[in-house]
Structures are given as structure tokens and as C-alpha cells.
Nanobody, 126 residues
């Protein structure tokens, strides 16, 4: 099904910006659904933003108005523009994707996605 490779993480001060990229390799078609997650304590992952099977963008309440998800279908890249970053945004960010248009899971649930990247770390200092 291909691989997902995240990039763009780093360390910024509060109020700063970063743009993450998720590049698809080894798979010539576009995934039906794609999303960004971040790691929480106790090994859980929180959905941050993504596209559903109808192309609608979806966001967690905690990032609405600050983060913007977009995709370049021609290059098969998913982006996450993160503005006005806060210390609580510090985490490992993961890209996730799936070929199935519909499942029993919602977009914010990890079992919705079969393909995951290795993550890129974002650190926001105060």
C-alpha cells in the first residue's frame, strides 16, 4: 500500500509556525482518506486534522483556527500548516492513510487507518 514519510518537524517558540509534510512513496494512487495524529501520554494518539472520503476537511477542536490541512494530489503529499503554536502542541505527529472509503470507524479513530508513518517531532517552547 505504499509508505508515508513525515517531515517538517522541529522546535519553535510559542506563537510560531511549522508546516509538516507527509509524502507517499511506493503507491501511485491517492489514498481515499488521510489524516494527522499526535501522540498523547499512555501511548494513545489524538486526531488533529484530516480529509474524509468526500474530501471534506476535519479538525480537532483544540486546533481549529490555528492548523490547516491540505493535500497536493498531483504530488501525493499531505500538509499540515500549524500557526500560533502552543506548548501543549508539543508531540510526535503522525500521518495516517487508508484506501477504504467507509468503515465503522470515525475519522478521529486510529483503526480507521491502515497505513502510518514513523512520525515527526514538534516541540513548542514557552
Amino acid at each position: 500500500q505504499g509508505q508515508l514519510v513525515e517531515s517538517g518537524g522541529g522546535s519553535v517558540q510559542t506563537g510560531g509556525s511549522l508546516r509538516l509534510a507527509c509524502t507517499v512513496s511506493g503507491y501511485p494512487r491517492n489514498y481515499v482518506v488521510m489524516a494527522w495524529f499526535r501522540q498523547l501520554p499512555e501511548n494513545e494518539r489524538e486526531a488533529v486534522a484530516g480529509f474524509n472520503s468526500r474530501g471534506k476537511t476535519l479538525y480537532a477542536d483544540s486546533v481549529k483556527g490555528r492548523f490547516t490541512v491540505s493535500r497536493d494530489s498531483a504530488s501525493n503529499i499531505l500538509y499540515l500548516q500549524m500557526d500560533n503554536l502552543k506548548p501543549e502542541d508539543t508531540s510526535m505527529y503522525y500521518c495516517a492513510a487508508d484506501l477504504r472509503p467507509d468503515t465503522a470507524y470515525n475519522w478521529y479513530e486510529t483503526p480507521r487507518y491502515k497505513v502510518w508513518g514513523q512520525g515527526t517531532r514538534v516541540t513548542v517552547t514557552s
